[in-house]
């Protein structure tokens, strides 16, 4: 595991409860995340596998999408965020819900599915191009939809890329440093375009959408 991987599971895996708030309550990513899981264009009894689900903030929306008869995967990395996910899980009895604890970038998962989704995942892989590749490989007759956030380049966004700039700095482990070379931001915006670059390269057919002035993209590409 690389010293990046680390700090960051282990980020994530201090902050997961606040980190599920967030997730869940900012205005608007709920909206967001139905919109997503919309874009996946599943049908009921499909099955469908979230990369990186954190603490499950999209199982719901993925849920109804497929249906208690379809199939839901939740695969993520960090412990502390899969068992937040594992308790949303059981508290609300879905039996059609799994989690693996297990590595995004080397599914482990065997295809083919219907759909996979990655919200907010792409900008922490080092290689964002070759896991999307794969993760393209899983579905060969369905959906691959990323929503990630990164720097815009409209005009009008530069209030919010300082802010954008701000947050990403404090939630880089660790975090209180403020100094980085090269900026976490730009670091960020290279993987997001990266990961997109590769879905819209293998995709016969894509959807598009920016939100808040460009900062959120939602990518999808029909295999
Ligand atoms: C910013 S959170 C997003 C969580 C969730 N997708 C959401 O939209 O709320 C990123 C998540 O991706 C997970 N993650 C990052 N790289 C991963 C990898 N290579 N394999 C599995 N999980 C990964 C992290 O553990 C973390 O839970």
New binding site residues.
């Given amino acids: 595991m690389s010293t990046g ?1 680390a700090a ?2 282990a980020f ?1 895996g201090r902050w997961a409860g606040l ?1 599920d708030l967030l ?1 869940t309550y900012v205005p608007g990513v709920g909206e967001l ?1 139905d919109r997503a899981t919309r874009a996946l264009d599943l049908d009921r009894g499909d099955t469908v596998v ?6 499950g ?2 199982l719901p929306y993925l849920r109804e999408q497929v249906g208690p008869e379809g199939t839901v995967v939740g ?4 412990r502390g ?1 899969l068992d937040r996910a594992d308790r949303l899980v059981e508290g609300e009895g879905w039996e059609n819900v799994h989690l693996v604890h ?4 080397q599914p482990p998962i065997p295809g083919p599915v219907d759909g996979v989704l ?4 792409s900008g ?2 080092a290689d964002p191009a070759t ?1 999307v590749d794969g993760w393209c490989d899983l579905v060969p007759d369905g959906t691959v939809v990323l ?1 990630d956030a990164a720097l815009s380049d409209e005009r009008a966004a530069a209030p919010v890329n300082a802010l954008f700039r701000a947050l990403t700095v404090l939630s880089t482990p660790p975090t209180l440093r403020f100094r980085y070379d090269p900026p976490p931001h730009d670091l960020l915006r290279e993987r997001v375009e990266s990961a997109r670059g590769a879905l819209l390269d293998r995709a016969r057919a894509s959807y598009r959408e920016e939100r808040v002035l460009g900062i959120v993209r939602l990518t999808g590409g029909r295999m």
Avoid: H, I, K
């Avoid at 297990?102 to 970038?105: C, L, Q, R, S, Y």
């Fill in positions: 991987t960051a599971r994530y980190y997730a995340r979230e990369m990186g689900c954190g603490t903030a999209n695969v993520d990395y960090t965020m297990g590595d995004a970038t990655a919200t907010f995942v922490m892989l896991a929503v």
